[in-house]
Nanobody, 121 residues
Framework: VQLQASGGGLVQPGGSLRLSCAPS????????AGWFRQAPGKEREFVAT??????YVTNSLRGRFTISRDNDKNTVYPQMNDLKPEDTAVYYC?????????????????WGQGTQVTVSS
């Protein structure tokens, strides 16, 4: 499955961004979808996942980040609010077989190309 991620960019601290991820070429749905991020010099870390329509956001980002999907568009949307400079990273979407998402990088079999998010004044 080829995934297309988009929506990144430069935003000031306190701002918001909505990313999106969809399979290209009319591929099958992403029942299990995950978002991860990787800052320079750091390992890829879990952000959020959807198991079907059930969201889960990592504890440290809960309250600022949410994740949802539009089934008609077969697209997953992480919404990031009150962004901070430490949120600067490349954000990746991923999918796996089945309906249950995972917090583990190794669980996912297909990845998008990543979209850069930079939070800076």
């Amino acid at each position: 499955v080829q995934l297309q991620a988009s929506g990144g960019g430069l935003v000031q601290p306190g701002g918001s961004l909505r990313l999106s991820c969809a399979p290209s070429g009319g591929a099958s749905s992403m029942a299990a979808a995950g978002w991860f991020r990787q800052a320079p010099g750091k390992e890829r870390e879990f952000v959020a996942t959807l198991s079907g329509s059930t969201p889960y956001v990592t504890n440290s980002l809960r309250g600022r980040f949410t994740i949802s999907r539009d089934n008609d568009k077969n697209t997953v949307y992480p919404q990031m609010n009150d962004l901070k400079p430490e949120d600067t990273a490349v954000y990746y979407c991923a999918t796996k077989s089945g309906i249950l998402g995972s917090t583990q990088v190794s669980a996912y079999t297909s990845w998008g190309q990543g979209t850069q998010v930079t939070v800076s004044s």
